[in-house]
């Protein structure tokens, strides 16, 4: 068995120490609250970035136009902005709608004639087509009215007979407005 006077000290030791414990928890709730300083300098600077990078950003063309391998937009003193749309890139070797190549053109620009029905490119048609509805069902969603709107990128040395066929099919694909992409000189 235990000693008794041994035991009392135990008991004395275990009071003592939850009534130290019970005084730490008193202390601290009667602790005065520190202040918390909030320095807004750093947060006022992360929000100005943010403005001016949404301003820049909104303040840029809706569009990027970036032309294909060896393509050469033809030159213009036209000042007129350009217009949001879907891009066609039409070089001197082939058509690209989106980012994928449709239609590879023959060494004097024109269209493979078994791609073509009278002046329809059948795979550029059927592209547009999917890119069209689309298109429309976006702007529904949004509640906007679909404007159709093709942005023609075509090159300087472009045959005439294909940028009619270009048209056409775009034309087809239920895209009424044009707006061809030109490099602006000053002058």
């Excluded at 709730?29 to 918390?36: D, H, I, Q, T, V």
């Excluded at 058509?95 to 239609?103: A, K, N």
């Excluded at 999917?130 to 949004?142: M, N």
């Excluded at 906007?144 to 090159?155: H, K, M, R």
Aim: proline share 4%; with cysteine; aromatic share 6%.
């Amino acid at each position: 068995m235990s000693d008794p006077s041994q035991l009392t000290a135990q008991q004395a030791a275990q009071e003592a120490f939850l009534a130290k414990k019970k005084a730490k928890k008193a202390a601290r709730r009667n602790n005065a609250l520190e202040e918390a300083n909030l320095n807004i300098t750093s947060l006022m600077d992360v929000v100005s970035i943010i403005v001016v990078y949404l301003l820049k950003s909104y303040g840029t063309d809706p569009v990027v136009i970036t032309p294909t391998a060896g393509q050469k937009v033809p030159m213009s003193r036209a000042d007129a902005p350009i217009q949001d749309g879907v891009p066609v890139y039409v070089s001197q070797r082939s058509i690209t709608f989106g980012s994928q190549r449709i239609v590879q053109l023959d060494e004097n620009g024109d269209v493979d004639p078994t791609q073509v029905q009278g002046q329809l490119i059948a795979p550029l048609f059927d592209e547009m087509s999917v890119e069209a509805e689309r298109s429309k069902q976006t702007a529904a969603a949004k509640g906007e009215e679909w404007e159709g709107t093709v942005i023609l990128v075509g090159d300087q040395n472009l045959k005439f007979s294909t940028l009619v066929k270009v048209m056409y099919t775009a034309g087809k694909a239920e895209y009424s407005q044009y707006a061809f992409c030109v490099i602006q000189i000053n002058g």
